[in-house]
């Protein structure tokens, strides 16, 4: 089975621009959730989502983040304008829905962003 | 409010020996689980191994352990037979409302 896919591995881009990433999690998986990773800050959630809807969203660090969800295979995170402090991996992960038991989270590769 | 410490920033250990991972932890809920996840230096997060807060035993998977000492509330990761391929970050994390709480980690060396 393919695990969370995400794409791009790698972006560059310049300050002020606009940079999409994208995310398809594990098929079945309700949970879906959106990291960020750096030295300083370690990792921290950003957005998750249950059954595309998202609940919390109190990690996105200002309203330069978007997270959506249209659907069960899909998501997408968006910095619009770019600024270099965001430059970090972003990892996406999706989590099954168990009742109880563990609910470990199943994490892509990441993108690795760096704006100029 | 919900934390994990993890105190050790890098640790070595010689191949084929055991290593603990420390990892603490707060919380007032009664009903938690606590991951442990290794991230080598490819960049990908691997899960490891889970404990519930009301499972009696000690998780294990294969040569991961966790030694859960709810009282003091530790969690802490034990390699046994250390590879050279076990050289990564180690990260302990509690969940909290479907969240995962990270701790910043612990960077394990094998030397071989």
């Known amino acids: 089975d393919a695990g969370v896919i995400q794409s791009p591995r790698h972006e560059v881009t310049e300050m002020g621009q606009e940079v999409t990433l994208r995310c398809k999690p594990i098929s079945g998986h309700d949970y879906l959730f959106w990291y960020r990773q750096t030295m300083m800050r370690g990792l921290e959630l950003l957005i998750y989502f249950n059954n595309n809807v998202p609940i919390d969203d109190s990690g996105m660090p200002e309203d330069r983040f978007s997270a959506k969800m249209p659907n069960a295979s899909f998501s997408t995170l968006k910095i619009q304008p770019s600024e270099p402090r965001d430059s970090a991996v972003y990892f996406c992960?999706?989590?099954?829905?168990?009742?109880?038991?563990?609910?470990?989270?199943?994490f892509g590769p990441g993108t690795r962003l760096t704006v100029l | 409010a919900q934390k994990i410490t993890q105190t050790q920033p890098g640790m070595f250990v010689q191949e084929k020996e055991a290593v603990t991972l420390d990892c603490t932890y707060d919380t007032s809920d009664q009903s938690y689980g606590l991951f442990w996840y290794k991230q080598p230096s490819s960049g990908e997060m691997i899960f490891l191994i889970y404990q519930g807060s009301y499972d009696e035993q000690n998780a294990t998977e294969g040569r991961y352990s966790l030694n859960f000492q709810k009282a003091r509330k530790s969690a802490n990761l034990v390699i046994s037979a250390s590879q050279l391929g076990d050289s990564a970050m180690y990260f302990c994390?509690?969940?909290?409302?479907?969240?995962?709480?990270w701790g910043l980690g612990t960077s394990l060396a094998v030397n071989p």
């Open positions: 994390a509690m969940s909290y409302n479907r969240k995962l709480i």
């Open positions: 992960a999706s989590s099954p829905r168990r009742t109880s038991g563990a609910n470990e989270q199943f």
